[in-house]
Protein backbone atom coordinates (compact mmCIF):
# COMPACT_ATOMS: atom_id res chain seq x y z
CA UNK A 1 0.00 0.00 0.00
CA UNK A 2 0.83 3.37 -0.50
CA UNK A 3 1.76 6.25 2.44
CA UNK A 4 0.39 9.46 2.33
CA UNK A 5 1.70 12.62 3.82
CA UNK A 6 -0.13 16.14 3.89
CA UNK A 7 1.16 19.43 4.09
CA UNK A 8 0.30 23.01 3.10
CA UNK A 9 -2.29 23.62 5.74
CA UNK A 10 -2.44 26.78 7.24
CA UNK A 11 -4.38 29.91 8.66
CA UNK A 12 -5.90 32.00 5.70
CA UNK A 13 -7.83 35.00 5.69
CA UNK A 14 -11.46 34.68 3.44
CA UNK A 15 -10.51 35.21 -0.14
CA UNK A 16 -7.17 33.54 0.09
CA UNK A 17 -5.42 30.95 -1.07
CA UNK A 18 -3.62 27.65 -0.26
CA UNK A 19 -1.88 24.76 -1.88
CA UNK A 20 -1.98 21.58 -0.54
CA UNK A 21 0.19 18.91 -1.15
CA UNK A 22 0.50 14.87 -0.64
CA UNK A 23 3.20 12.90 -0.86
CA UNK A 24 3.11 9.50 -1.37
CA UNK A 25 5.75 6.67 -1.11
CA UNK A 26 6.00 3.59 -3.10
CA UNK A 27 6.75 2.45 -6.55
CA UNK A 28 3.29 2.04 -7.95
CA UNK A 29 1.78 5.71 -7.33
CA UNK A 30 0.75 5.87 -11.21
CA UNK A 31 -1.54 2.97 -9.95
CA UNK A 32 -3.63 4.56 -7.88
CA UNK A 33 -7.10 7.11 -8.14
CA UNK A 34 -6.09 9.84 -5.57
CA UNK A 35 -8.93 12.18 -3.83
CA UNK A 36 -9.32 15.07 -1.48
CA UNK A 37 -11.69 15.23 1.56
CA UNK A 38 -12.15 16.97 4.47
CA UNK A 39 -13.67 17.26 7.72
CA UNK A 40 -15.00 19.84 10.29
CA UNK A 41 -15.64 19.25 13.87
CA UNK A 42 -19.26 17.83 14.43
CA UNK A 43 -19.39 17.24 10.64
CA UNK A 44 -19.06 13.60 8.28
CA UNK A 45 -15.89 13.73 6.56
CA UNK A 46 -17.18 15.17 2.87
CA UNK A 47 -15.39 14.33 -0.74
CA UNK A 48 -13.78 17.66 -1.92
CA UNK A 49 -11.79 16.78 -5.24
CA UNK A 50 -10.95 13.70 -7.08
CA UNK A 51 -8.06 12.86 -9.82
CA UNK A 52 -7.67 9.70 -12.34
CA UNK A 53 -4.82 7.37 -12.03
CA UNK A 54 -3.41 9.37 -15.10
CA UNK A 55 -4.84 12.75 -14.33
CA UNK A 56 -7.02 12.93 -17.42
CA UNK A 57 -10.15 12.63 -15.30
CA UNK A 58 -11.17 15.59 -12.31
CA UNK A 59 -14.46 15.80 -10.55
CA UNK A 60 -15.03 18.25 -7.88
CA UNK A 61 -17.98 18.70 -5.66
CA UNK A 62 -19.95 21.32 -6.45
CA UNK A 63 -18.97 23.94 -3.00
CA UNK A 64 -15.39 23.78 -4.39
CA UNK A 65 -16.29 23.39 -7.84
CA UNK A 66 -14.13 26.76 -9.67
CA UNK A 67 -12.20 27.86 -6.69
CA UNK A 68 -10.42 24.50 -5.74
CA UNK A 69 -7.51 22.94 -8.52
CA UNK A 70 -6.53 18.94 -8.24
CA UNK A 71 -3.81 17.79 -9.86
CA UNK A 72 -1.06 14.78 -9.65
CA UNK A 73 2.92 14.45 -10.92
CA UNK A 74 3.17 10.77 -10.99
CA UNK A 75 6.76 11.44 -11.51
CA UNK A 76 7.27 12.74 -8.51
CA UNK A 77 4.62 10.87 -6.20
CA UNK A 78 2.65 13.95 -5.36
CA UNK A 79 -0.68 15.43 -5.52
CA UNK A 80 -2.04 19.13 -5.17
CA UNK A 81 -4.93 21.06 -4.32
CA UNK A 82 -4.93 24.28 -5.26
CA UNK A 83 -7.42 26.22 -2.83
CA UNK A 84 -8.89 30.00 -3.95
CA UNK A 85 -11.03 32.44 -3.05
CA UNK A 86 -11.56 30.53 0.43
CA UNK A 87 -14.09 30.74 2.64
CA UNK A 88 -14.78 30.12 6.26
CA UNK A 89 -17.05 27.33 5.23
CA UNK A 90 -13.65 25.75 3.94
CA UNK A 91 -12.73 25.16 7.50
CA UNK A 92 -11.39 21.64 8.17
CA UNK A 93 -9.09 19.16 8.56
CA UNK A 94 -8.00 17.95 4.99
CA UNK A 95 -7.30 14.25 3.96
CA UNK A 96 -6.00 13.27 0.81
CA UNK A 97 -6.64 9.50 -0.30
CA UNK A 98 -5.99 6.91 -2.47
CA UNK A 99 -7.19 3.42 -3.99
CA UNK A 100 -5.71 1.14 -6.34
CA UNK A 101 -7.63 1.55 -9.93
CA UNK A 102 -7.22 -0.49 -12.68
CA UNK A 103 -9.18 2.13 -14.83
CA UNK A 104 -6.72 4.65 -16.04
CA UNK A 105 -10.02 7.54 -16.42
CA UNK A 106 -11.35 6.27 -12.68
CA UNK A 107 -11.99 8.55 -10.32
CA UNK A 108 -14.18 7.53 -7.00
CA UNK A 109 -16.05 10.21 -4.80
CA UNK A 110 -17.64 8.30 -1.95
CA UNK A 111 -14.67 8.44 1.48
CA UNK A 112 -15.63 3.94 1.06
CA UNK A 113 -14.26 3.38 -2.06
CA UNK A 114 -10.37 4.36 -0.36
CA UNK A 115 -8.56 2.45 1.37
CA UNK A 116 -5.35 4.86 2.40
CA UNK A 117 -5.48 7.79 4.36
CA UNK A 118 -3.04 10.47 5.20
CA UNK A 119 -2.77 12.09 8.69
CA UNK A 120 -4.65 15.33 7.71
CA UNK A 121 -3.72 19.00 7.51
CA UNK A 122 -5.76 21.35 8.95
CA UNK A 123 -7.09 24.11 6.92
CA UNK A 124 -8.41 27.48 8.75
CA UNK A 125 -10.33 30.44 7.11
CA UNK A 126 -10.94 33.88 9.13
CA UNK A 127 -13.60 35.91 8.20
Known amino acids: QVQLVESGGGLVQAGGSLRLSCAASGRTFSSYALGWFRQAPGNEREFVAA????????YYADSVKGRFTISRDNARNTMTLQMNSLKPEDTAVHYC????????????????????WGQGTQVTVSS
Open 51 to 58: ISRSGSNT
Open 97 to 116: AARDSSYSGGIYWRAIDYDC
